[in-house]
T-cell receptor
């Protein structure tokens, strides 16, 4: 079984541009999460999907951010009009709904640099 | 609110030394789960262990061991006979029962020198 995969691994963009990241969870996992990690900090929760439903968004997620999981499988995270403060590692994780679902498995992340 | 404190920002040891990474947490929940993750330079967070709050039994897995003490709200991680491949940032995290968010500490950068 493959783990959580994220694409791209690195993204460099100019301020004001839009960017989109993709996350493919572990195939049987129905829960998917996005976290953001800045330098020297632990990951911080951004948003959570159960199947295709987005059940919670953190206050960290401004209106410029949108996440989707259209068919309950892969997810995309889009940032519009990027700002330098958006530079961070964006991590995706997935889990099962019960039992072992207590454990989240993370991807390698997408590192975003906004110039 | 939950809080996880990893007071050690960086630790440097020589190969084969034992090293303990500290984790102290705060929560008002009576049932919760504690985790350790390893983040090597590649960036991926690798799951190491999950511990339930009602199970204070210590655990050993190869060179890794975990000491959970509810009385002091600590969940410390020891690597015995460290190896260069253990070099990474290690995160402790907390998740209350019924809450799907993980609260992470700031991590401890462990460098194992040959």
């Amino acid at each position: 079984d493959t783990g959580v995969s994220q694409d791209p691994r690195h993204k460099i963009t100019k301020r004001g541009q839009n960017v989109t990241f993709r996350c493919d969870p572990i195939s049987e996992h129905n829960r998917l999460y996005w976290y953001r990690q800045t330098l020297g900090q632990g990951p911080e929760f951004l948003t959570y999907f159960q199947n295709e439903a987005q059940l919670e968004k953190s206050r960290l997620l401004s209106d410029r951010f949108s996440a989707e999981r259209p068919k309950g499988s892969f997810s995309t995270l889009e940032i519009q009009r990027t700002e330098q403060g958006d530079s961070a590692m964006y991590l995706c994780a997935s889990s099962l709904g019960t039992g072992e679902g207590l454990t989240k498995y993370f991807g390698a992340g997408t590192r975003l640099s906004v110039l | 609110a939950q809080k996880v404190t990893q007071a050690q920002t960086e630790i440097s040891v020589v190969e084969k030394e034992d090293v303990t990474l500290d984790c102290v947490y705060e929560t008002r929940d009576t049932t919760y789960y504690l985790f350790w993750y390893k983040q090597p330079p590649s960036g991926e967070l690798v799951f190491l262990i999950r511990r339930n709050s009602f199970d204070e039994q210590n655990e050993i897995s190869g060179r890794y061991s975990w000491n959970f003490q509810k009385s002091t709200s600590s969940f410390n991680f020891t690597i015995t006979a460290s190896q260069v491949v253990d070099s990474a940032v290690y995160f402790c995290a907390l998740r209350p029962l019924g809450n799907y968010k993980l609260t992470f500490g700031k991590g401890t950068l462990l460098t194992v020198n040959p």
